[in-house]
């Protein structure tokens, strides 16, 4: 089984509001990732959680906080975004093996949330 | 300079035939690990198959096949037998490695394969 959730699978909200977005998966994979898309464009790395520490934040503003309770669920807290932050956003995860190649590690996706800030 | 390069601009192929989409990439690693991923307009990434830096064989998963060519540094993904639900963006990435924290998965710039009836 390789499914990867996210909730919800449409947001909408104003440059005021505090909203979460949430991804979970249950394969016991160790490392989780949040990325930001753009229509037509390629996904955009945000964060990176491994072995539930935040091993990269690819310089991403603060008004998104990454939240990682346990190794199965991620989250992406946001507050006061801007119009231009409104894409598709997905969670991936991945197995993280210790030791020997990590190049081999596939990432598997979930379906994204459709955000809009207006 | 650019890691995973996608070209192609938007592809069409008949139903039933098969269609390569390419994909070259640059790295001074010897250890790499390569990827082909399907979006379609739904938004979901669906990961479709891998190849290895040292793998001696092309991959193959169902109607999808790696065409890969190291000497020439590229991945091309065929699909045997296009059908109407391929119609997708299609991404090429790359996952280098490097001791220390995760290595990333670098994307091309994708390309929209339709398949027509």
């Known amino acids: 089984d390789t499914e990867v959730t996210q909730t919800p699978k449409h947001l909408v909200m104003g440059m005021t509001n505090k909203k979460s977005l949430k991804c979970e998966q249950h394969m016991g994979h160790r490392a989780m990732y949040w990325y930001k898309q753009k229509a037509k464009k390629p996904p955009e790395l945000m964060f990176v959680?491994?072995?539930?520490?935040?091993?990269i934040n690819e310089s991403v503003p603060s008004r998104f906080s990454p939240e990682c309770p346990n190794s199965s669920l991620l989250n992406l807290h946001l507050h006061a975004l801007q119009p231009e932050d409104s894409a598709l956003y997905l969670c991936?995860?991945?197995?993280?093996?210790?030791?020997?190649?990590?190049?081999?590690?596939?990432?598997?996706f979930g379906p994204g949330t459709r955000l809009t800030v207006l | 300079a650019q890691k995973i390069t996608q070209t192609q601009p938007g592809m069409f192929v008949q139903e039933k035939e098969a269609v390569t989409l390419d994909c070259t990439y640059d790295?001074?690693?010897?250890?790499?690990?390569l990827f082909w991923y399907k979006q379609p307009s739904s938004g979901e990434m669906i990961f479709l198959i891998y190849?290895?830096?040292?793998?001696?064989q092309n991959a193959t998963e169902g109607r999808y096949s790696l065409n890969f060519q190291k000497a020439r540094k590229s991945a091309n993904l065929v699909i045997s037998a296009s059908q109407l639900g391929d119609s997708a963006m299609y991404f090429c990435?790359?996952?280098?490695?490097?001791?220390?924290?995760?290595?990333?998965?670098?994307f091309g710039k994708g390309i929209t394969l339709s398949v027509r009836p």
């Open positions: 790295t001074s690693d010897q250890s790499y690990g």
């Open positions: 990435a790359m996952r280098e490695f490097f001791t220390g924290a995760n290595s990333k998965l670098t």
């Open positions: 959680y491994s072995y539930e520490k935040l091993s």
């Open positions: 991936a995860s991945s197995q993280e093996p210790s030791g020997g190649s990590p190049y081999t590690d596939t990432q598997y």
């Open positions: 190849q290895g830096s040292y793998d001696e």
